[in-house]
């Protein structure tokens, strides 16, 4: 394994499911560690998407963790408010720690540390602005995933820098095949599974397309608005959680 034999885990199945938009995401502000609540339209994909989720899921054997980052927990509650059961938070579910520019939106990160910048943008390591190296988000990420009951399903609610860098881990991605999977839009998932001894992705990406006017347009997998800047879309119609 790239890095080290995972360890047991109590769900053969896994919803990673990134958290509904919030005002720094439509600013393309990254987030990090801190924590805006979900913006109108965020509380809406939630209430929209949760349903979809639901659909075969049943409280006797799904287990619902989530980030206790607000706008994680509150995306988490429409969920559990669904099927009836708790929810866990667990802080180590949190978004990858991005150091001197958390607040800040990409143009200002461009203009303040344009090496830095230059350096994410091209998929590079980005020395000298704090936060987490990835491979201790993924390390955190795994061990709240390992903490939890048995249980048929797990739907993990997360951040797009946290699911990523999960995900590539559970595949067994090395660092040169990071980005190889676009990163989640807002209120999107994807659907994991064990297959014999290695861990499978069924599904990427996957979402319901809210519409201004609160209408469901359909649910499919594949790039969707609200992406990440890793996408390249630009801020005013991505958000901005870390994506390395």
């Known amino acids: 394994m790239t890095s080290g034999a995972l360890p047991a885990l109590p769900v053969p199945r896994l919803l990673l499911w990134r958290h509904g938009r919030t005002e720094w995401n439509a600013e393309g502000r990254f987030q990090g560690q801190l924590d805006p609540p979900l913006d109108e339209r965020g509380r809406r994909q939630a209430a929209q998407a949760a349903p979809y989720l639901a659909a075969g899921l049943t409280p006797e054997d799904t287990v619902v963790v989530s980030s206790d980052l607000v706008r994680a927990a509150e995306t988490a509650r429409s969920l559990t408010g669904l099927l009836g059961g708790p929810l866990r938070l667990d802080e180590r579910l949190r978004e990858h720690g991005m150091g001197s520019w958390e607040g800040l939106t990409r143009a200002e990160v461009a203009d303040r540390f344009p090496e830095q910048y230059a350096d994410w943008m091209a998929g590079r390591p980005v020395r000298g602005r704090g936060g987490e190296d990835p491979s201790e988000v ?17 739907v993990v609610v997360t951040h797009g820098g946290t699911a990523g860098r999960l995900m590539e881990r559970l595949l067994d991605l090395g660092a040169e095949h990071r980005r190889v999977f676009g990163p989640l839009a807002n209120c999107a998932w994807s659907e994991l599974t064990v297959q014999g001894s290695r861990w499978r992705l069924l599904r990427h990406n996957t979402s319901v397309l809210p519409q201004p006017e609160g209408r469901v347009e359909g649910m499919g997998s594949g790039p969707a608005a609200s992406a990440t800047p890793d996408g390249g879309a630009p801020p005013s119609s991505g958000g901005a959680d870390a994506v390395l």
């Open 138 to 154: 993924a390390a955190r990420a795994l061990e709240a995933v390992a903490d939890l009951p048995p249980a048929g399903t797990a």
